[in-house]
Protein backbone atom coordinates (compact mmCIF):
# COMPACT_ATOMS: atom_id res chain seq x y z
CA UNK A 1 0.00 0.00 0.00
CA UNK A 2 1.48 3.09 -1.04
CA UNK A 3 2.01 5.80 1.82
CA UNK A 4 -0.43 8.32 2.46
CA UNK A 5 0.26 12.06 3.18
CA UNK A 6 -3.44 13.13 4.12
CA UNK A 7 -6.67 11.69 5.32
CA UNK A 8 -9.12 13.70 4.10
CA UNK A 9 -13.07 13.81 5.40
CA UNK A 10 -16.14 15.22 3.32
CA UNK A 11 -18.72 14.81 6.48
CA UNK A 12 -22.01 16.16 5.56
CA UNK A 13 -25.42 15.77 7.22
CA UNK A 14 -26.04 12.16 6.32
CA UNK A 15 -23.05 10.65 4.47
CA UNK A 16 -18.67 10.42 5.27
CA UNK A 17 -16.67 9.97 3.05
CA UNK A 18 -12.74 9.83 3.69
CA UNK A 19 -10.03 10.02 1.04
CA UNK A 20 -6.20 8.62 1.55
CA UNK A 21 -4.38 11.09 -0.03
CA UNK A 22 -0.38 11.19 -0.89
CA UNK A 23 2.20 13.85 -0.97
CA UNK A 24 0.63 15.00 -4.27
CA UNK A 25 -3.06 15.19 -3.85
CA UNK A 26 -3.80 12.26 -5.71
CA UNK A 27 -6.11 9.94 -4.22
CA UNK A 28 -5.14 6.71 -3.17
CA UNK A 29 -8.31 5.25 -1.74
CA UNK A 30 -12.52 6.26 -0.96
CA UNK A 31 -14.28 5.15 1.90
CA UNK A 32 -17.68 5.97 2.53
CA UNK A 33 -20.69 5.47 5.17
CA UNK A 34 -23.65 6.70 5.84
CA UNK A 35 -22.60 7.99 9.10
CA UNK A 36 -23.20 11.80 8.59
CA UNK A 37 -23.85 13.89 11.43
CA UNK A 38 -28.17 12.96 11.73
CA UNK A 39 -27.30 9.76 11.72
CA UNK A 40 -24.91 8.97 14.10
CA UNK A 41 -27.69 8.19 16.96
CA UNK A 42 -25.59 7.54 19.89
CA UNK A 43 -22.59 6.82 18.03
CA UNK A 44 -19.66 9.07 19.57
CA UNK A 45 -17.68 11.45 16.73
CA UNK A 46 -14.62 9.47 17.66
CA UNK A 47 -15.78 6.10 17.27
CA UNK A 48 -17.60 6.75 13.74
CA UNK A 49 -14.41 8.46 12.41
CA UNK A 50 -13.01 4.96 13.43
CA UNK A 51 -15.99 2.91 11.75
CA UNK A 52 -15.18 4.91 8.60
CA UNK A 53 -11.89 4.86 8.45
CA UNK A 54 -10.92 1.21 9.23
CA UNK A 55 -7.19 0.32 9.14
CA UNK A 56 -6.73 3.91 8.35
CA UNK A 57 -6.80 5.06 11.27
CA UNK A 58 -3.52 3.53 12.43
CA UNK A 59 -1.50 5.47 9.64
CA UNK A 60 0.14 8.92 11.89
CA UNK A 61 -0.68 11.44 9.08
CA UNK A 62 -2.91 14.35 9.10
CA UNK A 63 -6.45 14.44 9.29
CA UNK A 64 -8.87 17.27 7.98
CA UNK A 65 -12.80 17.70 7.61
CA UNK A 66 -15.00 20.11 5.67
CA UNK A 67 -18.78 20.06 6.20
CA UNK A 68 -21.69 19.85 8.50
CA UNK A 69 -18.94 18.31 11.12
CA UNK A 70 -18.16 21.83 11.89
CA UNK A 71 -21.56 22.99 12.36
CA UNK A 72 -23.06 23.62 15.67
CA UNK A 73 -24.65 20.36 15.87
CA UNK A 74 -21.43 18.43 14.61
CA UNK A 75 -18.34 17.42 16.26
CA UNK A 76 -16.91 21.05 17.27
CA UNK A 77 -18.26 24.25 16.12
CA UNK A 78 -15.74 25.95 13.35
CA UNK A 79 -16.85 29.57 13.09
CA UNK A 80 -17.26 30.70 9.54
CA UNK A 81 -14.95 32.27 7.48
CA UNK A 82 -16.14 36.02 6.27
CA UNK A 83 -16.28 36.33 2.09
CA UNK A 84 -13.84 37.24 0.82
CA UNK A 85 -12.30 34.17 1.19
CA UNK A 86 -8.95 32.66 0.38
CA UNK A 87 -7.16 29.19 0.95
CA UNK A 88 -4.71 30.66 3.90
CA UNK A 89 -8.02 32.25 5.86
CA UNK A 90 -9.70 28.95 5.54
CA UNK A 91 -6.21 27.32 7.15
CA UNK A 92 -6.44 29.73 9.81
CA UNK A 93 -9.89 28.79 10.70
CA UNK A 94 -8.98 25.47 11.12
CA UNK A 95 -10.69 24.18 14.39
CA UNK A 96 -9.10 20.98 16.06
CA UNK A 97 -11.44 18.80 18.00
CA UNK A 98 -8.09 16.91 20.08
CA UNK A 99 -5.40 14.14 19.88
CA UNK A 100 -6.46 11.55 17.22
CA UNK A 101 -9.10 13.99 16.22
CA UNK A 102 -9.47 15.67 13.17
CA UNK A 103 -8.87 19.43 11.85
CA UNK A 104 -12.11 20.68 10.79
CA UNK A 105 -12.40 23.50 8.00
CA UNK A 106 -15.00 26.46 8.83
CA UNK A 107 -17.36 27.30 6.55
CA UNK A 108 -18.01 30.70 4.89
CA UNK A 109 -20.30 33.51 5.44
CA UNK A 110 -21.00 36.60 3.58
CA UNK A 111 -24.16 38.99 3.43
CA UNK A 112 -26.84 39.84 0.69
CA UNK A 113 -26.74 43.56 -0.20
CA UNK A 114 -30.21 44.02 1.96
CA UNK A 115 -27.64 42.54 4.51
CA UNK A 116 -29.49 39.49 4.72
CA UNK A 117 -26.78 36.89 6.14
CA UNK A 118 -25.58 33.53 3.90
CA UNK A 119 -23.94 30.78 4.62
CA UNK A 120 -22.27 27.19 3.23
CA UNK A 121 -20.18 24.34 4.55
CA UNK A 122 -18.60 22.07 2.41
CA UNK A 123 -19.07 23.80 -0.37
CA UNK A 124 -16.30 26.13 0.12
CA UNK A 125 -14.14 23.24 -0.06
CA UNK A 126 -15.36 21.64 -3.54
CA UNK A 127 -14.60 25.46 -5.26
CA UNK A 128 -11.69 26.19 -4.07
CA UNK A 129 -9.96 22.15 -5.14
CA UNK A 130 -12.38 22.79 -8.52
CA UNK A 131 -10.73 26.35 -9.08
CA UNK A 132 -7.34 26.57 -10.13
CA UNK A 133 -5.48 28.88 -7.47
CA UNK A 134 -4.04 30.82 -10.47
CA UNK A 135 -7.89 30.92 -12.34
CA UNK A 136 -9.23 34.32 -13.35
CA UNK A 137 -12.70 35.47 -12.20
CA UNK A 138 -14.83 31.76 -12.28
CA UNK A 139 -18.65 31.63 -11.81
CA UNK A 140 -19.04 28.15 -9.96
CA UNK A 141 -22.50 26.39 -9.48
CA UNK A 142 -22.89 23.66 -7.20
CA UNK A 143 -26.64 22.44 -7.33
CA UNK A 144 -28.28 20.38 -4.68
CA UNK A 145 -30.57 20.53 -1.68
CA UNK A 146 -29.28 24.25 -1.18
CA UNK A 147 -27.54 25.48 -4.55
CA UNK A 148 -24.95 27.65 -4.36
CA UNK A 149 -23.32 29.99 -6.90
CA UNK A 150 -19.93 31.85 -5.86
CA UNK A 151 -17.61 34.09 -7.45
CA UNK A 152 -14.36 33.21 -7.65
CA UNK A 153 -11.15 35.11 -8.46
CA UNK A 154 -7.12 33.72 -8.41
CA UNK A 155 -8.28 31.55 -4.75
CA UNK A 156 -10.36 33.74 -3.23
CA UNK A 157 -13.59 33.17 -2.73
CA UNK A 158 -15.56 36.52 -3.30
CA UNK A 159 -19.27 35.84 -2.83
CA UNK A 160 -21.50 33.58 -3.20
CA UNK A 161 -25.85 32.78 -2.61
CA UNK A 162 -27.73 30.25 -1.83
CA UNK A 163 -30.99 28.89 -3.72
CA UNK A 164 -33.29 26.36 -1.87
CA UNK A 165 -33.61 24.57 -5.00
CA UNK A 166 -33.47 20.91 -4.09
CA UNK A 167 -35.80 20.97 -0.64
CA UNK A 168 -38.01 23.55 -2.12
CA UNK A 169 -38.61 20.27 -4.91
CA UNK A 170 -39.39 18.13 -2.25
CA UNK A 171 -41.14 20.08 -0.07
CA UNK A 172 -43.78 20.77 -3.03
CA UNK A 173 -43.61 17.62 -4.31
CA UNK A 174 -44.44 16.16 -0.92
CA UNK A 175 -46.32 18.22 1.00
CA UNK A 176 -48.91 19.97 -1.10
CA UNK A 177 -51.15 19.35 -3.64
CA UNK A 178 -49.12 19.49 -6.49
CA UNK A 179 -47.36 15.89 -5.71
CA UNK A 180 -50.89 14.25 -5.38
CA UNK A 181 -51.20 15.25 -8.78
CA UNK A 182 -48.22 12.97 -9.93
CA UNK A 183 -49.23 9.89 -9.37
CA UNK A 184 -50.45 8.56 -13.43
CA UNK A 185 -48.69 7.92 -16.47
CA UNK A 186 -45.76 10.16 -18.47
CA UNK A 187 -46.79 12.18 -21.33
CA UNK A 188 -43.65 14.15 -23.21
CA UNK A 189 -41.16 12.19 -20.78
CA UNK A 190 -38.71 13.10 -18.23
CA UNK A 191 -36.32 15.15 -20.08
CA UNK A 192 -39.32 17.03 -22.40
CA UNK A 193 -41.21 17.84 -18.76
CA UNK A 194 -37.84 18.92 -17.47
CA UNK A 195 -37.31 21.07 -20.39
CA UNK A 196 -40.62 22.78 -20.88
CA UNK A 197 -40.23 23.64 -16.80
CA UNK A 198 -37.07 25.01 -17.74
CA UNK A 199 -38.11 27.02 -20.34
CA UNK A 200 -41.33 28.67 -17.93
CA UNK A 201 -38.93 29.05 -14.99
CA UNK A 202 -36.77 31.10 -17.34
CA UNK A 203 -39.21 33.30 -18.60
CA UNK A 204 -40.47 36.59 -16.94
CA UNK A 205 -43.60 35.38 -14.92
CA UNK A 206 -43.92 35.36 -11.27
CA UNK A 207 -42.47 32.47 -9.03
CA UNK A 208 -45.69 31.72 -7.02
CA UNK A 209 -48.06 31.83 -9.49
CA UNK A 210 -45.89 30.02 -12.18
CA UNK A 211 -45.83 27.19 -9.36
CA UNK A 212 -49.54 26.74 -9.55
CA UNK A 213 -49.16 25.76 -13.14
CA UNK A 214 -47.87 22.60 -11.93
CA UNK A 215 -51.70 21.73 -11.12
CA UNK A 216 -53.62 23.31 -13.48
CA UNK A 217 -51.97 22.05 -16.81
CA UNK A 218 -52.35 18.84 -15.29
CA UNK A 219 -56.04 19.42 -15.12
CA UNK A 220 -56.55 21.55 -18.78
CA UNK A 221 -54.25 17.89 -19.78
CA UNK A 222 -51.94 20.24 -21.24
CA UNK A 223 -49.40 18.03 -18.66
CA UNK A 224 -49.30 14.30 -17.92
CA UNK A 225 -49.79 13.73 -14.65
CA UNK A 226 -46.22 11.49 -14.28
CA UNK A 227 -44.48 14.76 -15.37
CA UNK A 228 -45.39 17.18 -12.87
CA UNK A 229 -42.66 16.21 -10.81
CA UNK A 230 -40.04 16.36 -13.46
CA UNK A 231 -42.03 19.85 -14.62
CA UNK A 232 -41.80 21.14 -10.85
CA UNK A 233 -37.44 20.32 -11.29
CA UNK A 234 -37.53 22.27 -14.31
CA UNK A 235 -39.22 25.16 -13.42
CA UNK A 236 -37.23 25.71 -10.07
CA UNK A 237 -33.83 25.05 -11.52
CA UNK A 238 -34.83 27.37 -14.96
CA UNK A 239 -36.30 30.29 -12.03
CA UNK A 240 -32.33 29.58 -9.98
CA UNK A 241 -30.97 30.46 -13.45
CA UNK A 242 -32.78 33.20 -13.99
CA UNK A 243 -32.64 34.73 -10.77
CA UNK A 244 -29.14 34.09 -9.95
CA UNK A 245 -27.47 35.12 -13.07
CA UNK A 246 -28.84 38.28 -12.49
CA UNK A 247 -27.23 38.63 -8.69
CA UNK A 248 -23.82 37.28 -10.86
CA UNK A 249 -23.71 40.29 -13.62
CA UNK A 250 -25.00 42.72 -10.92
CA UNK A 251 -21.71 42.05 -9.37
CA UNK A 252 -19.81 42.33 -12.30
CA UNK A 253 -19.39 38.48 -12.79
CA UNK A 254 -19.13 36.71 -16.57
CA UNK A 255 -22.64 35.17 -16.20
CA UNK A 256 -22.38 33.44 -19.76
CA UNK A 257 -20.16 30.77 -18.12
CA UNK A 258 -20.25 28.65 -15.62
CA UNK A 259 -18.24 25.72 -13.74
CA UNK A 260 -20.88 23.38 -12.57
CA UNK A 261 -19.04 21.36 -9.65
CA UNK A 262 -22.02 18.03 -8.95
CA UNK A 263 -22.18 14.48 -9.50
CA UNK A 264 -22.57 12.98 -12.85
CA UNK A 265 -26.85 12.37 -12.81
CA UNK A 266 -27.41 16.31 -11.15
CA UNK A 267 -24.64 17.90 -13.34
CA UNK A 268 -26.53 16.49 -16.29
CA UNK A 269 -29.48 18.20 -15.59
CA UNK A 270 -27.86 21.94 -15.10
CA UNK A 271 -25.87 21.24 -18.20
CA UNK A 272 -29.14 20.88 -19.86
CA UNK A 273 -30.65 23.68 -18.17
CA UNK A 274 -27.66 26.17 -18.88
CA UNK A 275 -28.01 25.19 -22.84
CA UNK A 276 -31.47 26.22 -22.82
CA UNK A 277 -30.57 29.44 -21.07
CA UNK A 278 -27.51 30.24 -23.69
CA UNK A 279 -24.82 29.91 -20.44
CA UNK A 280 -21.95 27.90 -21.63
CA UNK A 281 -21.40 25.39 -18.65
CA UNK A 282 -18.80 22.74 -18.35
CA UNK A 283 -18.77 19.96 -15.96
CA UNK A 284 -16.09 20.25 -12.79
CA UNK A 285 -13.62 17.80 -11.81
CA UNK A 286 -14.15 14.81 -9.69
CA UNK A 287 -13.36 14.66 -6.37
CA UNK A 288 -13.29 18.68 -5.74
CA UNK A 289 -13.77 17.86 -2.20
CA UNK A 290 -10.65 16.33 -1.59
CA UNK A 291 -8.66 18.32 -3.69
CA UNK A 292 -9.92 21.42 -1.61
CA UNK A 293 -8.78 19.48 1.08
CA UNK A 294 -5.56 19.06 0.39
CA UNK A 295 -5.06 22.75 -0.75
CA UNK A 296 -6.29 23.93 2.46
CA UNK A 297 -4.30 21.33 4.39
CA UNK A 298 -1.12 22.58 2.83
CA UNK A 299 -1.73 26.12 2.96
CA UNK A 300 -1.90 25.24 6.69
CA UNK A 301 1.19 23.49 6.75
CA UNK A 302 -0.35 20.36 7.63
CA UNK A 303 1.22 18.92 4.48
CA UNK A 304 4.64 19.88 3.58
CA UNK A 305 5.21 21.18 -0.19
CA UNK A 306 7.92 20.86 -2.27
CA UNK A 307 9.82 24.15 -3.53
CA UNK A 308 12.09 24.57 -6.28
Known sequence: MRSAALI???WGTTHARAYRLDDAGSVLGVRAEPLGIRQLGDLAYPDALARLLGDWIDESVPRIACGMVGSRQGWREAPYVDCPASLAALSRGLVETGPGGIA???GLATRDAAGVPDVMRGEETQILGAVPADSPRTLVVLPGTHSKWASVERGVVRDFTTCMTGELHEALVRHTIL?????????AGGDGAFDRGVERGLGAGGFMHDVFGARTLALAGDLAPGDVTEWLSGLLVGREIRDTRRWAEQAGDDA???LVVASDVLAARY???FERAGIEAVKGPADAAATGLFRIACAAGLVAVETA
Open 179 to 187: GRLADGPSG
Open 271 to 273: LRA
Open 256 to 258: TRV
Open 104 to 106: IVP
Open 8 to 10: AVD
